[in-house]
């Protein structure tokens, strides 16, 4: 081994470049990042070649002032923190002073800037050697340009593992795509090869929302399908939108997730959020989602990674529990509970809206071929029928618990009209015709019903008649051992036996069917992972949502009108109506415009 020596500055800056730099949208970031804190109103990104031939950057930022230049791409030089307490509570998004200099060592960097006090421009050029470069004149308006061109033509090694252009330009995009989310105030364009892919407007313009912006980078289907979320807890502060179940993809492409305006990827966050749709989502499907958490600075840790892709949270605990409960009281609302469509959801004109004003909210008795008696749901349908001795074909008064001011009805999901094919339920709404698969709803009603049972029920134990002895590592024991309290409460007796070995003697009655080796093996897994364990309650759930599967309405059988309504009714009552227990929509509506479109006719 040879000695100790000094690095030469170039290669130290293109070390640094493999930990921020690995492929064009990295630098793209940077770049965007750096022209975010320069408070830039306007974004320009145009590439060649995915950005492996060139990348540029164009802000209408504060620009540089000439003195400043060559420290703009001079290693540890940064205007954005000068001390340890400036690092504790840094809102910037970048800050590192690591960034330019790493990209001019593995490529030819350009930067031409000019300061709003300054008579014209400055350029320099760089290629990350010791050298400090020297500004020439040049003609620029207020901002900063910065131009990387052949990015790892001197680094073969790295430049093998770029991808096709196409690959490349996709990786940008989507880096695009969620910088534009974090800041819809900022008008962002993209180019490539001479083409326009984004021209983004500020969320401020005139005319423009942030829904637009949503509808341009995401498509028509997310606004539509979307919730709005808005909550603030414990200095914590939550807005965004989430999609609803139904809107399940294959892949987790459309997650969007940000911290003070910063892009991240975390790990605790992944978790909050799939913990929140676990009781909704289809087995192997991903949610979608766009959210902003606001959180006082010195609670997160920004600088956990050289490319700024995590963070890290002082409060971890505070922060997961917050999100989860949001998000799940937010998906248990839904559209049916709150009242409302999603965001985005067709609605009619109001024109429309007061066509049906005087209609009837209770409908007259079908000559359908019912067999079957009110049962179950007669009672609940006498809470909205007509007062004795009243026409049932009249509108209640606005007073009257049902009705809107304006007569109308005021159900969310309307009074059924009748059956087709012995599976869906067809209601008329104030605002069109509502189509609710019964079993799908049914099932929902039921398995939050035995949830709430069990929640509010003592945890009934079952003792096991044969102890099952489970060898574990020594650590392992010694982590169930110290949450006993923790396994009690969730319904499982265990002693230890030995240094590695611990019996389970007793399990939740209704679980008596599982493995209690593998049920204390995925515990002690989770706590390993995440200092807390929701396997038994999730176990459990798995129980009751069967058990409610088959309790629920089955296909075919026909329902009298007051079932039906009764069961509109028990929709709106319920969390998470809007989807059955295997993610499926359980009700669609049809406004007034479709059904117009549909038959070709105008209002």
Same mark, same amino acid.
């Given at each position: 081994?040879?000695?100790?020596?000094?690095?030469?500055?170039?290669?130290?800056?293109?070390?640094?470049?493999?930990?921020?730099?690995?492929?064009?949208?990295?630098?793209?970031?940077?770049?965007?990042?750096?022209?975010?804190?320069?408070?830039?109103?306007?974004?320009?990104?145009?590439?060649?070649?995915?950005?492996?031939?060139?990348?540029?950057?164009?802000?209408?930022?504060?620009?540089?002032?000439?003195?400043?230049?060559?420290?703009?791409?001079?290693? *540890?030089?940064?205007?954005?923190?000068?001390?340890?307490?400036?690092?504790?509570?840094?809102?910037?998004?970048?800050?590192?002073?690591?960034?330019?200099?790493?990209?001019?060592?593995?490529?030819?960097?350009?930067?031409?800037?000019?300061?709003?006090?300054?008579?014209?421009?400055?350029?320099?050029?760089?290629?990350?050697?010791?050298?400090?470069?020297?500004?020439?004149?040049?003609?620029?308006?207020?901002?900063?340009?910065?131009? =990387? *061109?052949?990015?790892?033509?001197?680094?073969?090694?790295?430049?093998?593992?770029?991808?096709?252009?196409?690959?490349?330009?996709?990786?940008?995009?989507?880096?695009?795509?969620?910088?534009?989310?974090?800041?819809?105030?900022?008008?962002?364009?993209?180019?490539?090869?001479?083409?326009?892919?984004?021209?983004?407007?500020?969320?401020?313009?005139?005319?423009?929302?942030?829904?637009?912006?949503?509808?341009?980078?995401?498509?028509?289907?997310?606004?539509?399908?979307?919730?709005?979320?808005?909550?603030?807890?414990?200095?914590?502060?939550?807005?965004?939108?989430?999609?609803?179940?139904?809107?399940?993809?294959?892949?987790?492409?459309?997650?969007?997730?940000? =911290?003070?305006?910063?892009?991240?990827?975390?790990?605790?966050?992944?978790?909050?959020? %799939?913990?929140?749709?676990?009781?909704?989502?289809?087995?192997?499907?991903?949610?979608?989602?766009?959210?902003?958490?606001?959180? &006082?600075? %010195? !609670?997160?840790?920004?600088?956990?990674?050289?490319?700024?892709?995590?963070?890290?949270?002082?409060?971890?605990?505070?922060?997961?529990?917050?999100?989860?409960?949001?998000? *799940?009281?937010?998906?248990?609302?839904?559209?049916?509970?709150?009242?409302?469509?999603?965001?985005?959801?067709?609605?009619?004109?109001?024109?429309?809206?007061?066509?049906?004003?005087?209609?009837?909210?209770? !409908?007259?008795?079908?000559?359908?071929?019912?067999?079957?008696?009110?049962?179950?749901?007669?009672?609940?349908?006498?809470?909205?029928?007509?007062? &004795?001795?009243?026409?049932?074909?009249?509108?209640?008064?606005?007073?009257?618990?049902?009705?809107?001011?304006?007569?109308?009805?005021?159900?969310?999901?309307?009074?059924?009209?009748?059956?087709?094919?012995?599976?869906?339920?067809?209601?008329?709404?104030?605002?069109?015709?509502?189509?609710?698969?019964?079993?799908?709803?049914?099932?929902?009603?039921?398995?939050?019903?035995?949830?709430?049972?069990?929640? !509010?029920?003592?945890?009934?134990?079952?003792?096991?008649?044969?102890?099952?002895?489970?060898?574990?590592?020594?650590?392992?024991?010694?982590?169930?051992?110290?949450?006993?309290?923790?396994?009690?409460?969730?319904?499982?007796?265990?002693?230890?036996?030995?240094?590695?070995?611990?019996?389970?003697?007793?399990?939740?009655?209704?679980?008596?069917?599982?493995?209690?080796?593998?049920?204390?093996?995925?515990?002690?897994?989770?706590?390993?992972?995440?200092?807390?364990?929701?396997?038994?309650?999730?176990?459990?759930?798995?129980?009751?949502?069967?058990?409610?599967?088959?309790?629920?309405?089955?296909?075919?059988?026909?329902?009298?009108?007051?079932?039906?309504?009764?069961?509109?009714?028990?929709?709106?009552?319920?969390?998470?109506?809007?989807?059955?227990?295997?993610?499926?929509?359980?009700?669609?509506?049809?406004?007034?415009?479709?059904?117009?479109?549909?038959?070709?006719?105008?209002?």
């Amino acid at each position: 081994m040879s000695r100790i020596h000094a690095l030469p500055p170039q290669l130290i800056n293109q070390i640094a470049a493999g930990e921020v730099v690995d492929r064009p949208d990295s630098v793209v970031k940077e770049l965007i990042e750096n022209s975010l804190d320069a408070g830039a109103t306007r974004i320009e990104v145009d590439l060649e070649r995915g950005g492996i031939k060139r990348i540029r950057v164009r802000d209408n930022g504060r620009g540089i002032e000439r003195e400043d230049l060559p420290l703009a791409v001079a290693r *540890h030089a940064t205007s954005k923190i000068a001390t340890l307490s400036d690092l504790e509570a840094v809102s910037t998004l970048g800050f590192r002073g690591e960034a330019l200099p790493s990209i001019a060592s593995v490529s030819r960097l350009e930067i031409c800037s000019r300061d709003a006090a300054a008579e014209h421009a400055w350029r320099v050029w760089s290629d990350g050697s010791e050298a400090p470069p020297d500004p020439a004149p040049a003609a620029h308006p207020t901002g900063t340009t910065i131009e =990387v *061109h052949d990015l790892f033509f001197n680094v073969p090694a790295r430049r093998k593992f770029l991808r096709t252009e196409k690959t490349e330009l996709a990786h940008v995009e989507q880096l695009v795509r969620r910088m534009a989310l974090a800041r819809p105030e900022v008008a962002l364009r993209l180019d490539h090869n001479g083409r326009n892919l984004f021209d983004l407007r500020p969320a401020d313009a005139a005319g423009t929302t942030i829904v637009a912006r949503l509808r341009a980078l995401l498509g028509d289907a997310f606004v539509e399908q979307s919730l709005s979320v808005e909550d603030a807890a414990v200095g914590l502060q939550l807005h965004g939108w989430v999609a609803r179940p139904a809107f399940a993809r294959s892949q987790g492409d459309m997650q969007f997730f940000f =911290v003070n305006g910063r892009v991240v990827r975390d790990k605790l966050v992944s978790h909050a959020v %799939r913990q929140a749709y676990q009781d909704v989502l289809h087995h192997g499907r991903h949610p979608a989602y766009v959210l902003y958490l606001q959180v &006082p600075p %010195r !609670q997160v840790d920004v600088n956990v990674h050289p490319a700024k892709h995590e963070v890290r949270f002082r409060e971890g605990r505070q922060v997961h529990d917050f999100l989860f409960r949001s998000l *799940h009281r937010r998906l248990a609302e839904g559209s049916v509970a709150r009242g409302v469509a999603p965001m985005g959801f067709p609605t009619a004109p109001r024109e429309v809206r007061e066509a049906p004003a005087g209609e009837a909210p209770y !409908q007259r008795p079908f000559p359908l071929r019912c067999t079957d008696g009110p049962g179950a749901y007669a009672a609940a349908f006498d809470l909205q029928r007509p007062p &004795p001795g009243a026409d049932p074909a009249a509108p209640p008064p606005a007073e009257q618990p049902g009705a809107s001011e304006d007569g109308s009805s005021a159900a969310p999901l309307g009074y059924a009209l009748g059956q087709l094919n012995g599976v869906y339920v067809l209601a008329q709404a104030s605002d069109g015709l509502i189509v609710v698969d019964m079993h799908a709803a049914h099932e929902r009603i039921g398995y939050e019903r035995l949830k709430a049972a069990w929640e !509010q029920g003592e945890l009934r134990r079952q003792p096991l008649l044969v102890p099952v002895v489970v060898h574990l590592s020594p650590a392992e024991a010694d982590l169930a051992e110290s949450h006993l309290g923790l396994l009690d409460r969730l319904g499982l007796g265990i002693s230890r036996l030995a240094e590695d070995r611990v019996a389970v003697r007793e399990v939740p009655a209704i679980l008596q069917a599982v493995d209690p080796e593998q049920l204390l093996r995925d515990l002690i897994a989770d706590l390993l992972a995440e200092g807390n364990s929701e396997r038994v309650r999730d176990e459990v759930n798995g129980v009751l949502a069967t058990i409610a599967c088959h309790g629920s309405v089955r296909a075919n059988r026909r329902l009298t009108l007051p079932e039906m309504n009764a069961l509109l009714r028990d929709m709106e009552r319920t969390e998470r109506a809007d989807q059955c227990n295997h993610g499926r929509p359980t009700w669609i509506k049809l406004s007034h415009q479709e059904l117009d479109r549909l038959f070709m006719r105008g209002r």
